[in-house]
């Protein structure tokens, strides 16, 4: 391609991100140019703020990008340009919030912006950056990619050489209604603990933020002997996984059962993607991945145990290299894909 430049955007709850890649996943900014979402305003102010954010980071650029990637998330109908469902993004309506459903997002957008437009799941777009810029190197036969944090997204990538029949990759799995990859809602025990998905024992309800969390604090309430407590000065209401994180590079016990046990659900969940998708790379991603090995060595020995053998020996479980920023990353990706297609 040769000195292109595109705009990677993360829309999240809180806060949009942007900034200028290159064709190589290097940012042209020092810092991405960051300014709150109104997430829950309105989808006029939300519009306002994604189109200035990037603005902002094109005209910070000494470069000119030829189309704007986004990761949004939710169900995103990249075709039409359409949100079919987004629970983090809409209105108050007579006291009751009204997510978005159906919400064209592309040409609103268009009205601001003179580039094309192109957007996904973040998820999926978070292991679409993985896989061009990260641990897939560009060249991996299938990435799966499991972003933990909040929730608990997913995304798979195959090269052609991962299915039977002509392709061009990297291909990005949506499913049959663009809405595919949600790896967080695999079902790990059947009727288990619920989740905001509203199903009942799936790997989000087990390895999520506030689940670990909730994990450490039930324990503590029940007397197991710990540092984490003395680390909030006895404010519980203050654990948080870097907390428990601390705790286990500190040899506290506790803090390493609780990652122990949320690495073997993972790895349940990791094991049963590696059945169905025989990849030569996983990745977790997401803050949570920063729990380092003591999160990720029960991972990989549950999966070994869940994972068929032939299947496992191939597959490479490893943290994601584009923790911070990935969805950023992953709309660069899926930008520079699509000025592939239409060169």
Not at 299 to 327: C, M, W, Y
Request: with cysteine; charged share 15%.
């Amino acid at each position: 391609m040769g000195n292109r430049y595109v705009v990677g955007v993360d829309l999240g709850g809180t806060n949009v991100r942007a900034s200028v890649f290159d064709e190589t996943g290097v940012p042209v900014l020092e810092t991405p140019v960051e300014q709150p979402s109104h997430a829950q305003a309105g989808t006029a102010g939300i519009i306002e703020a994604i189109a200035r954010t990037v603005q902002q980071a094109i005209s910070r650029a000494s470069v000119t990008p030829e189309a704007v990637g986004m990761a949004v998330p939710g169900h995103i109908d990249n075709e039409s340009g359409v949100v079919r469902w987004s629970p983090n993004f809409g209105e108050s309506v007579n006291g009751v919030f009204v997510c978005w459903r159906d919400q064209p997002l592309r040409e609103p957008l268009s009205r601001y912006l003179s580039l094309p437009i192109v957007m996904g799941n973040d998820a999926n777009l978070a292991a679409l950056g993985e896989y061009r810029f990260g641990s897939g190197g560009g060249s991996a036969n299938c990435l799966v990619m499991f972003t933990i944090g909040t929730g608990i997204g997913g995304g798979v990538i195959m090269s052609p050489r991962s299915v039977f029949g002509k392709a061009e990759g990297p291909l990005m799995l949506l499913g049959g209604n663009g809405g595919g990859g949600e790896l967080g809602h695999t079902m790990v025990i059947a009727g288990g603990l619920d989740c905001n998905a509203g199903s009942y024992g799936a790997l989000e309800a087990y390895c999520q933020r506030d689940s670990i969390v909730k994990r450490a604090i039930n324990r503590l309430q029940r007397g197991r002997p710990s540092i984490m407590p003395d680390l909030v000065e006895g404010d519980l209401s203050k654990i948080t996984p870097r907390i428990i994180s601390l705790a286990a590079e500190q040899g506290d016990a506790l803090a390493r059962q609780i990652w122990h046990e949320v690495g073997t659900y993972l790895g349940v969940g990791i094991g049963s993607m590696i059945n169905v998708f025989a990849p030569d790379v996983v990745a977790i991603g997401g803050q949570i991945a920063k729990a380092g090995p003591w999160l990720m060595d029960a991972a990989r020995v549950s999966a070994a145990d869940n994972a068929i053998p032939s299947l496992f020996q191939d597959a490479k479980i490893v943290t994601a290299e584009l923790i911070e920023h990935a969805g950023m990353y992953g709309g660069a990706a899926m930008a520079l894909e699509a000025l592939r297609w239409n060169r």
